[in-house]
Each structure stands twice: as C-alpha cells, then as structure tokens.
C-alpha cells in the first residue's frame, strides 16, 4: 500500500478540513513509502514507539500526535529522541485528533456509544462540526450501577460524582478532557454526563445542576476510535494491523 494513497483516502474518510484543530490532523513525520504493517496507539509515547520498532511497523497510527500550538517549537530533549527513532527506523507517524473523535462511526464517542450500551440520539458541543453525542441507555440504571458498568468496561474505576438519586435513562458523553463540556450537556436535560477527565469547579457544576458526572479516563475514553480506524483500513486495504496499549492512568 502507497503512503500517499492511504493518506488521501484517510483524508477523505475523516473529513479532515471540517475541523479546526490543535495540532496537524494526517502525516505528521515521513517515512517509507510502503506500508504493510500498522501499529497504533493512543499517543506517540517513547514506550509506544519503541514497541512499533519492535513489532516492525511501518506506520504509527495514533490519537494524539506531535506539533500542538503553543508548544516548544526545538527538536529537543524528549522530542528529539521521539522523533529520531522514527526517522531512524523510517517509520511514518499519522495522527488524527479531533477528527476521529466526531466520526459517525470510527470515532472515539461512536465507539463508547457502542461499547457502553448506549444509543445516539444526536451531538452537541460548541465546536463545528459537534464532538459530543447524546442519547439514552439501552436499560436504565442507578448512577452506582452505571458507574459499575463503565468500570466493567472499559477496565477503569471512573470518578463518580453523583446530581441526583433517580435512575440514569439518558446520557451525554464527550471522550477525553472535555469536562468542560458538562453545562451544555446539563442544558440539554439528561440525567447523566460522561467523560475522560474532571477539573476541580466540574464538581460543583455537576452537584448544582442535578446531573450525574462520570470521569473514567482520558486515555480510557480514547483507546476505541484508533483501534476502530486500524482495524477498517487493514481490512480496506488488506494490511496488517495491532494496537498496542501503553497503560496511562489519566
């Protein structure tokens, strides 16, 4: 398979332009031009590289990439030696960020949808197009036995901050560190929100407008969407594929 081929197709499937983002969505460092063997992962951690050296990989596929705004723009210290061993073992790096997590289907919060029982009714979010879904519970559940559920699932005990003591029907979730997002959820009147993190004032916001709130990981809310778009372009494409997770607590 041609880099270039793959990248227009990703391109292309992701709707990349639609977005605004942090850091370059796609090909963020060059390597062979045939790729046989994608390894991806959540973020491109030194742990994460030394593991796609090891298994061969011709391309990285990951959540969170390199080159945000605002950062330290020297190839130095950490950075240095990341990218390195990329260029050393001529290894591509691809990142897609807020684009793999609004995809309708691939996407970080379509993939939670279908993994926590929970049905799309729609999106919501500040952002254009939208990040965050809202729908409902395929069964309601109390606030703890929901709180069990996504522990069950996705192998993480999330912060659970109860709004109130009915059952939990409807739900908004947003993967990642995108608690700010927990009064628009609350405008729109589900009984509970779902995300990676929590800041100390979402606390409040969640006691003092009755909504239940669910912090169950950045890294744990975003291992799907990556592990979801390998998989379809190794069975597009006819390529090899692995996810390898680096543990992260966060």
């Known amino acids: 398979m041609k880099l270039d081929e793959l990248m227009r197709y990703c391109a292309q499937l992701l709707n990349i332009t639609s977005f605004s983002d942090y850091c370059p969505n ?43 705004k605002g950062e330290d723009p020297r190839v130095v210290g950490m950075k240095q030696r990341r990218l390195r061993l990329l260029l050393q073992h001529q290894i591509n790096l691809v990142a897609y960020h807020l684009p793999l997590d609004a995809h309708p289907t691939l996407g970080n919060n379509a993939q939670l949808a279908d993994r926590l029982d929970l ?39 999330p912060l659970f901050v109860p709004g109130h003591e009915r059952p939990v029907s409807t739900v908004a979730w947003c993967s990642g560190g995108a608690q700010s997002y927990i009064e628009a959820a609350a405008r729109l009147g589900v009984d509970a929100f779902i ?13 003092e407008m009755g909504l239940n709130f669910y912090a169950a990981g950045h890294h744990a809310t975003e291992r799907f969407g990556v592990q979801a778009l390998g998989e379809h372009l190794a069975q597009h494409f006819s390529l090899r594929h692995e996810f390898i997770d680096i543990d992260n607590p966060v």
Request: aromatic share 4%.
């Open 26 to 68: 796609g090909l963020q460092v060059e390597g062979r031009e045939e790729v046989r063997h994608i390894v991806s992962g959540v973020s491109a951690s030194q742990a994460l590289l030394t593991a796609a050296v090891a298994a061969g990989a011709d391309l990285v596929l990951v959540h969170h990439g390199y080159f945000w």
């Open 195 to 207: 995300t990676g993190e929590a800041s100390e004032h979402t606390v409040h916001v969640a006691r």
């Open 119 to 157: 049905q799309i009714q729609g999106a919501f979010g500040d952002s254009l197009p939208p990040l965050g879904l809202h729908g409902a519970l395929t069964t309601p559940r109390s606030g703890t036995a929901l709180a069990e559920h996504i522990a069950r699932t996705l192998g993480r005990t």
